[in-house]
């Protein structure tokens, strides 16, 4: 019989290092305020959140671990993260048997892709995660929910700030001075090489226990999800 805790230990590698052993096909962008009813923005976060560098919800004891995708600019992110999302919240990461990470692809190689403010937006959403973890899920949605056109540079550090103030972030100071002094540039920039090693040049796109999909594709999602989880 596996050792559960070696799993998970082994399950957490692969998701730090986003090895990846099949793909899908993705589609989507290439190379909303909270409230007590949006599952997301109410999403469970581990118990002991400093320890984790991305931002995370569910429990560190979930037996499958995944990742999950976007690009803080890209409108088909935001349908995923307002909309099918908060059913892998409700189905999966709330029972406790999924936890789930988030990863911002803001870079195509060395440029930003998305705009310039791209990596801004990125690099703001570790801040927050790193500040206050308890607001971050909210803040997430709230910004998901609230883009700007993709052709704009919306996301700066003044409206990114004022995201953070809208949600209740305990320290949007804090916040603020991350996102001047680039706190987070090269956690940002890793990521991207990572993903881009994994093969994923796409946004939404999840991964389950190193298989990628595109997170549009419901049906094809919930059947792994179901795999997975069952047979953990």
Request: glycine content about 10%.
């Given at each position: 019989?596996?050792?559960h805790?070696?799993a998970?230990s082994?399950r957490r590698a692969?998701?730090?290092?986003?090895a990846?052993t099949g793909?899908?096909g993705?589609?989507?962008c290439?190379?909303l305020f909270g409230?007590?009813s949006?599952?997301?923005a109410?999403?469970p976060?581990?118990?002991?959140?400093?320890q984790y560098?991305?931002?995370?919800?569910g429990?560190?004891?979930a037996?499958?671990?995944g990742?999950?995708?976007?690009?803080?600019k890209?409108?088909?992110?935001s349908?995923?993260s307002?909309?099918?999302?908060?059913t892998i919240?409700?189905e999966?990461?709330e029972p406790g048997?999924?936890?789930?990470?988030?990863?911002?692809l803001?870079?195509?190689?060395?440029?930003?892709?998305?705009g310039e403010?791209?990596?801004?937006a990125a690099?703001?959403?570790?801040?927050?995660?790193?500040?206050?973890?308890?607001?971050?899920?909210?803040y997430?949605?709230h910004v998901?929910?609230n883009?700007?056109?993709?052709r704009?540079?919306?996301?700066?550090?003044?409206?990114?700030v004022?995201?953070?103030?809208d949600?209740?972030?305990s320290?949007?100071e804090?916040?603020?001075?991350?996102i001047e002094d680039?706190?987070?540039e090269?956690?940002v920039?890793?990521?991207a090489?990572a993903?881009g090693?994994?093969g994923?040049?796409?946004?939404?796109?999840?991964v389950?226990?190193g298989e990628?999909?595109n997170a549009?594709n419901k049906s094809a999602?919930?059947t792994?999800?179901?795999?997975?989880?069952?047979?953990a």
């Amino acid at each position: 019989m596996t050792d559960h805790s070696t799993a998970r230990s082994t399950r957490r590698a692969f998701i730090g290092g986003l090895a990846v052993t099949g793909t899908t096909g993705l589609a989507g962008c290439s190379g909303l305020f909270g409230g007590d009813s949006n599952p997301v923005a109410n999403a469970p976060i581990p118990d002991n959140p400093g320890q984790y560098t991305y931002e995370t919800m569910g429990s560190s004891d979930a037996p499958v671990s995944g990742a999950f995708v976007t690009n803080w600019k890209c409108p088909h992110c935001s349908t995923f993260s307002t909309g099918f999302l908060g059913t892998i919240v409700e189905e999966y990461v709330e029972p406790g048997d999924v936890i789930l990470e988030h990863r911002a692809l803001a870079y195509s190689g060395q440029n930003p892709w998305m705009g310039e403010d791209a990596p801004r937006a990125a690099e703001a959403g570790l801040a927050v995660w790193r500040t206050d973890p308890a607001s971050y899920w909210e803040y997430h949605e709230h910004v998901m929910a609230n883009q700007g056109n993709p052709r704009d540079t919306w996301a700066t550090t003044d409206r990114l700030v004022g995201f953070a103030e809208d949600v209740g972030v305990s320290n949007v100071e804090a916040v603020r001075t991350a996102i001047e002094d680039r706190t987070y540039e090269q956690t940002v920039r890793s990521t991207a090489s990572a993903l881009g090693r994994a093969g994923i040049t796409s946004t939404p796109a999840l991964v389950i226990e190193g298989e990628v999909f595109n997170a549009l594709n419901k049906s094809a999602v919930k059947t792994a999800l179901d795999e997975k989880t069952s047979n953990a």
